[in-house]
Every structure is written in structure tokens, then in C-alpha cells.
């Protein structure tokens, strides 16, 4: 006589949001959008043909290029995608440096990634420009929502549920929660070698408002634009779930991150740009990590993965 093995229920999938945001984090959010922003749009008339000096140029150059890889190749396609492993030192600095972008905190970002990635352009996605339809008002809607529109939202992402991995990791534990320090780090910092390299006080103010401020807003911008652009407009060599597209003019200034719809089509690769004459800076980085000893078993693009995925 035999019996029946009775099946394992199956587990609840935990829910998607987790809460809303606080009054308190809402104001701390659109703080951190609106006023970056209006200080690019000040900054111009205050500083034209005269304030705005080579030093303030060196300075946001530096901090934009490291704390914009911090994002691409830690926040991004290590933290995120895990398209290599890290050594210790080098994941906290990634940590750290991703922080100074002023974009949110490592596990939140992550987390809210990853749901991006899991409901791409469906609904759940947090910030897919096709969530409204297609007429012109729609789309036009859909951009915004999907470029800014989607950070004035309550809703939070359901870290138990995107990020556990993070949640669990000690070290990323307490780098989330110097999410705030590493903000202001981030605009006053520049404001200080702004004022020691040109001993004045107006070379601080300068180093502040275009270093600090005006920079951060214009690496927001740059980073939403492959939220919103990369999805509505460019060319898609690749098979994907969804409407992510190649945008060419932002791939130096988002570091390779606007090869998006080949990204798309191999989530974990390290490589985004990886067809001929695609510059992917970010990619370059991890291969000098890699060839440090600081960075393993990456992911490099696997071709003939990416052959069943071209588009005939």
C-alpha cells in the first residue's frame, strides 16, 4: 500500500511595497531634487563669464566621475546585477562612492532596481514611461513620471523582498545609514578645495554652487534619462521583455549606462556597450579592478548568448 506525498506548500511571495514614506523622508527627498536643481538654475546668471573658473570645472569633473562610477559599477552592476565579487575594501568604497551621487541610499536604490528589473515597462515598475498609455498626453505624462515623477511617490520598495542579500551584509548596513553624511560630504567637500586651492571665500562659494550643488542635479538628470529616454527613444539590436533602448548621446556622461537595451537583454553582464565602437567606461573600470586582483569572476558578456538574442 502506498499513500500520497503530500505537497510543500508553497511560500506567500512577500508584498511588493512596504510602506509608505514618512512626511518627514518626503520632504528629505524632494529636498534633495528641488534644491540641487534650483541651485543649477541660479548658479548660471551668478556665475556667468566670470565666476565660474577652470577650478570649479577640475573639481565637479572629479567628484562627478567617481561618485557617478560609484552608481554604474557599485550600486548598479555590482550590487545590484552582482556581475563580479568584490573584495571587502573595494565593496564599501563602491558603497560609499555611489552614496556621494546623492541618488538614495545602497539598499533602497538597489532595491527599487531590482523591482524595475523584475516588472520592467509592466505594471510594478516604479518608474516605466508606458505606465499611461500611448497618446501624445500619455507619453508626455509617462516622462515625467518616469524621469523625476517617481520619487514624489509614498510608496517604498519592499526590502525583504528586493535586497535581503544587502539587508543582511553588515558592512552595507552601516554605509545605508550614513546615507546622509555622505550626501553632505558630497557638496561641502568641493566647497572646501574650492576655498584651499584659491585661498577666497568666493572660490568656496563657487566650488559649492557648481561642484557641489549644480553637479549633483546635472548627475540626477543624467541618471533619470536612462529611467526615461532609455525607454522611449533609441534602437533595440537586442530581444528584451520590454522597450529599453541604445541612446548613444548619454553613453560617456552615464558612463555605458545608456546601452540599455543590450543591458536589458543580459541583466548581469559587467559590459553594457558591447558592440563595436560602444564605449563603456564603466566596464573598463571593473576590468582594471578585475586586473588589480580587487574584482573576480566577472561576468564578461557571453557572445553567443547575446547571438540568440540579436534581433534578425
Same mark, same amino acid.
Given at each position: 500500500m502506498t499513500t500520497?506525498?503530500?505537497?510543500?506548500?508553497?511560500?506567500?511571495?512577500?508584498?511588493?511595497?512596504?510602506? $509608505?514614506?514618512?512626511?518627514?523622508?518626503?520632504?528629505?527627498? +524632494?529636498? /534633495?531634487?528641488?534644491?540641487? =536643481?534650483? !541651485?543649477?538654475?541660479?548658479?548660471?546668471?551668478?556665475?556667468?563669464?566670470?565666476?565660474?573658473?577652470?577650478?570649479?570645472?577640475?573639481?565637479?569633473?572629479?567628484?562627478?566621475?567617481? $561618485?557617478?562610477?560609484?552608481?554604474?559599477?557599485?550600486?548598479? +552592476?555590482? /550590487?545590484?546585477?552582482?556581475? =563580479?565579487? !568584490?573584495?571587502?575594501?573595494?565593496?564599501?568604497?563602491?558603497?560609499?562612492?555611489?552614496?556621494?551621487a546623492a541618488q538614495g541610499s545602497v539598499i533602497g536604490w538597489v532595491a527599487d532596481h531590482?523591482?524595475?528589473?523584475?516588472?520592467?515597462?509592466?505594471?510594478?515598475?516604479?518608474?516605466?514611461?508606458?505606465?499611461?498609455?500611448?497618446?501624445p498626453v500619455a507619453l508626455a505624462r509617462g516622462f515625467w513620471h518616469a524621469h523625476m515623477g517617481w520619487l514624489f511617490g509614498r510608496d517604498k520598495t519592499n526590502i525583504d523582498r528586493f535586497a535581503p542579500d544587502l539587508a543582511a551584509d553588515r558592512d552595507l548596513r552601516a554605509v545605508d545609514r550614513l546615507f546622509p553624511l555622505w550626501v553632505v560630504l558630497s557638496v561641502a567637500a568641493p566647497a572646501v578645495l574650492g576655498g584651499v586651492i584659491t585661498l577666497s571665500w568666493w572660490g568656496a562659494l563657487t566650488g559649492f554652487l557648481w561642484a557641489g550643488l549644480a553637479r549633483v542635479s546635472f548627475q540626477h538628470h543624467v541618471t533619470w534619462s536612462v529611467n526615461s529616454i532609455c525607454h522611449m527613444i533609441g534602437n533595440r539590436p537586442f530581444a528584451s521583455r520590454d522597450r529599453s533602448a541604445n541612446f548613444w548621446p548619454l553613453a560617456i556622461?552615464?558612463?555605458?549606462?545608456?546601452?540599455?537595451?543590450?543591458?536589458?537583454?543580459?541583466?548581469?553582464?559587467?559590459?553594457?556597450?558591447?558592440?563595436?565602437?560602444?564605449?563603456?567606461?564603466?566596464?573598463?573600470?571593473?576590468?582594471?579592478?578585475e586586473k588589480l586582483g580587487w574584482a573576480t569572476r566577472v561576468r564578461w558578456p557571453n557572445q553567443q548568448r547575446l547571438g540568440r538574442l540579436a534581433r534578425s
Open positions: 500520497a506525498t503530500r505537497a510543500e506548500p508553497r511560500a506567500t511571495p512577500k508584498p511588493m511595497i512596504s510602506g $509608505s514614506h514618512s512626511f518627514a523622508e518626503l520632504f528629505t527627498i +524632494r529636498a /534633495f531634487l528641488i534644491i540641487p =536643481f534650483a !541651485a543649477l538654475i541660479a548658479a548660471v546668471p551668478l556665475t556667468w563669464g566670470w565666476g565660474l573658473t577652470w577650478v570649479d570645472i577640475g573639481i565637479a569633473a572629479v567628484f562627478y566621475t567617481a $561618485s557617478t562610477l560609484g552608481v554604474t559599477v557599485g550600486y548598479h +552592476r555590482f /550590487f545590484t546585477h552582482g556581475a =563580479f565579487k !568584490a573584495k571587502r575594501p573595494l565593496k564599501i568604497a563602491l558603497a560609499i562612492a555611489g552614496g556621494f531590482r523591482r524595475h528589473h523584475a516588472y520592467s515597462d509592466r505594471e510594478g515598475d516604479p518608474h516605466s514611461p508606458w505606465l499611461f498609455g500611448t497618446s556622461l552615464s558612463m555605458g549606462e545608456s546601452w540599455h537595451n543590450s543591458h536589458h537583454a543580459d541583466p548581469t553582464s559587467a559590459r553594457h556597450g558591447v558592440l563595436r565602437g560602444q564605449i563603456d567606461i564603466s566596464a573598463r573600470l571593473i576590468w582594471i579592478f
